[in-house]
């Protein structure tokens, strides 16, 4: 058995309208689905991914209005690291960011910069053969698009604590400076650095956890598996668009196995998703409260490219 690498990670905002003009706007990801947090159904869960909202690309963010700005520290990721395609992609995103007033910082083919509640971000070129995963935006060519993770960095004070889990539990393997795991169609690295000697705090632009990629028919598996290496991971709990399990590594990281679907267009037009905000059945009682207190989100068809009627994009 063997994890597809990252499935998801997902973060905090205080401020969902700015979240979704940096994210769908600025860097040219689709939002592929508008729902609520289901464990606190009051506030926004939003995804934002590639055209048909696949695992690989899929960042997500739990909107807390207000909320105070989080500080990364020990057991927390602090990086997320993304694919494209070529220097020249980076020329591209140096640019674009810096029109916008982001603070870019290139080094060689790598581009660091934060997004405006500090969640740090990091662009390198592509060396893993996997699949792009892109989004279509109206001023993002589609050879400069984000492709995908490439991984993220974590802060630990002990990496080596977590060797057996991640090893011999989770099938990650040695790597470089960290490691990676990779399935039969994609992979993903992890990576510790040396935690500052601030405690970390969650809040907006913090990561709150990271997900890897389970098939469906293997999903119970990986749980015993976590479970006989001495974590405590919950009970599946069905999400509606897939399958999770949570638990913490012992570096202190929240992890989740997540499945391959069902998918976003488990309730949606995938030529429409994201539009609406779509509540899972188990939820659908609650439209009327939730729309009531939900945060007005601006029109992300406006950055999407006009599609002719019935048109299905290839991937």
Request: proline share 7%; glycine share 10%.
């Amino acid at each position: 058995m063997k994890l597809e690498g990252i499935h998801h990670i997902t973060a905090i905002t205080g401020d969902a309208p700015r979240n979704v003009d940096f994210y769908a706007r600025v860097l040219g990801l689709r939002l592929v689905k508008k729902t609520v947090n289901q464990d606190d159904p009051t506030v926004y869960h939003l995804f934002y991914g590639d055209e048909h909202g696949d695992p690989g690309l899929d960042l997500t963010f739990f909107e807390y209005p207000g909320v105070a700005p989080g500080r990364p520290g020990a057991g927390m990721v602090h990086r997320i690291v993304w694919r494209v395609a070529s220097p020249e992609a980076i020329d591209f995103w140096e640019s674009r960011l810096g029109t916008e007033g982001v603070d870019a910082r290139r080094e060689d083919d790598r581009l660091n910069f934060s997004d405006p509640e500090g969640l740090d971000h990091e662009l390198r070129v592509d060396a893993s053969g996997d699949e792009p995963l892109t989004a279509d935006h109206v001023e993002v060519p589609r050879e400069h698009a984000l492709q995908g993770f490439d991984g993220v960095r974590a802060y630990t004070d002990d990496p080596d604590r977590s060797t057996a889990l991640l090893e011999e539990a989770l099938g990650f393997e040695r790597r470089g400076e960290g490691w990676e795991s990779r399935g039969q169609h994609r992979g993903s690295f992890y990576v510790y650095d040396a935690a500052p000697d601030q405690r970390g705090l969650q809040g907006a632009g913090s990561v709150h956890h990271v997900a890897w990629a389970s098939s469906m028919d293997e999903h119970e598996e990986w749980r015993e598996r976590v479970l006989r290496a001495g974590a405590r991971p919950t009970p599946v709990i069905d999400r509606f668009y897939f399958r999770s399990i949570y638990f913490r590594e012992p570096s202190g990281v929240l992890f989740e196995i997540a499945t391959i679907g069902p998918g976003f267009s488990a309730d949606e037009d995938p030529e429409h998703l994201g539009e609406r905000l779509s509540l899972p059945p188990a939820f659908e009682h609650l439209r009327d409260q939730v729309e009531k207190t939900l945060t007005p989100l601006p029109d992300t068809t406006r950055w999407r490219p006009a599609r002719v009627s019935g048109s299905n994009p290839a991937k």
